[in-house]
C-alpha cells in the first residue's frame, strides 16, 4: 500500500523560498514519478512538474521555470519542492502526487495523493 | 497549452438522480484524460483514467467515456457522498493542465 506523507504548513513572506517534503512508502523499487500540484485558496487544481523517482529527470511548468526546483532523494523516497522569490499569489496548497510502480513518465495518472501542504505567504 | 474546459461549472442533484459532467479538450489528447474527485478540504483522489477504466476501489456507479476532443464523466444514482468537486486533466502534452471544475452539489 503506498502512501504519500509531505511537510506541514508553512508561513512565510514575500521574496523568500519555502521548500515541501513528500515522502512516499510502500514502493519496491524506484520506479514511479513525483508531480506537484497547487491549489490557491478556492482554485481549481494546476500542475507545476514533475520529478522521476528513478532517474530524476525533470519537467517544470514554463511559468514556474527559474523559481521552481524539484529534487528527489532515492534512499529514502522523498522529493523535494523548492519555490522561491515568494509573491502571495503563491498562498496556496501544493499537493504531490505519484503514480502506481513501474509508471515513470510526467504523463501518467496522479494515483496516489499527498495531504498537501498549505504555504502561505504574507507580509 | 491545452485548455480543457468542464460543464457545467456547479450542478445540482438529488440523491438517485444520474449526473453526467462533460469536459473538453482544444486539441485532440487521444486517450490521456483522467478524472479526480475532491471533497472539501481533502486531496484529490483518482476516479477514472484513460477516459474509461475506472480506478479500484471507486463504485460501478461512476463512468466514463469519450473520444479526440470530448469526454463526460456520468454518476448513475448519485449518492450522498459524491457531492464533491470533479476535476478532468489531460496528460497527452506538457504541461499537463486540468479544467476548472464542477461542483456538485445537493438539490
Known amino acids: 500500500q503506498v502512501q504519500v506523507v509531505q511537510s506541514g504548513p508553512e508561513v512565510t513572506k514575500p521574496g523568500s523560498s519555502v521548500k515541501v517534503s513528500c515522502r512516499a512508502s510502500?514502493?519496491?523499487?524506484?520506479?514511479?514519478?513525483f508531480t506537484w500540484v497547487r491549489q490557491a485558496p478556492g482554485q481549481g487544481l494546476a500542475w507545476m512538474g514533475w520529478?522521476?523517482?528513478?532517474?530524476?529527470?525533470?519537467k517544470i511548468e514554463k511559468q514556474f521555470q527559474g523559481r521552481l526546483l524539484m529534487t528527489r532523494e532515492t534512499s529514502t523516497a522523498t522529493a523535494y519542492m523548492e519555490l522561491k522569490s515568494l509573491r502571495s499569489d503563491d498562498t496556496a496548497m501544493y499537493y504531490c502526487?505519484?503514480?502506481?510502480?513501474?509508471?515513470?513518465?510526467?504523463?501518467?495518472?496522479?494515483?496516489?495523493w499527498g495531504q498537501g501542504s498549505l504555504v502561505s505567504v504574507s507580509s | 497549452d491545452i485548455q480543457m474546459t468542464q460543464s457545467p461549472s456547479s450542478l445540482s442533484a438529488s440523491v438517485g438522480d444520474r449526473v453526467i459532467i462533460t469536459c473538453r479538450a482544444s486539441?485532440?489528447?487521444?486517450?490521456?484524460l483522467h478524472w479526480y474527485q475532491q471533497k472539501p478540504g481533502k486531496a484529490p483522489t483518482l476516479l477514472i483514467y484513460?477516459?474509461?477504466t475506472v480506478q479500484r476501489g471507486v463504485p460501478a456507479r461512476f463512468s466514463g467515456s469519450g473520444s479526440g476532443t470530448e469526454f463526460t464523466l456520468t454518476i448513475d444514482s448519485v449518492q450522498p457522498e459524491d457531492f464533491s468537486t470533479y476535476y478532468c486533466?489531460?496528460?497527452?502534452?506538457?504541461?499537463?493542465?486540468f479544467g476548472q471544475g464542477t461542483r456538485l452539489e445537493i438539490k
Open positions: 484513460e477516459v474509461s
Open positions: 486539441q485532440t489528447i487521444s486517450r490521456y
Open positions: 486533466q489531460q496528460s497527452h502534452t506538457l504541461p499537463p493542465t
Open positions: 510502500g514502493y519496491t523499487s524506484g520506479s514511479y514519478g
Open positions: 502526487a505519484t503514480t502506481v510502480e513501474g509508471s515513470t513518465g510526467w504523463y501518467e495518472k496522479l494515483d496516489y
Open positions: 520529478i522521476s523517482a528513478y532517474n530524476g529527470d525533470s
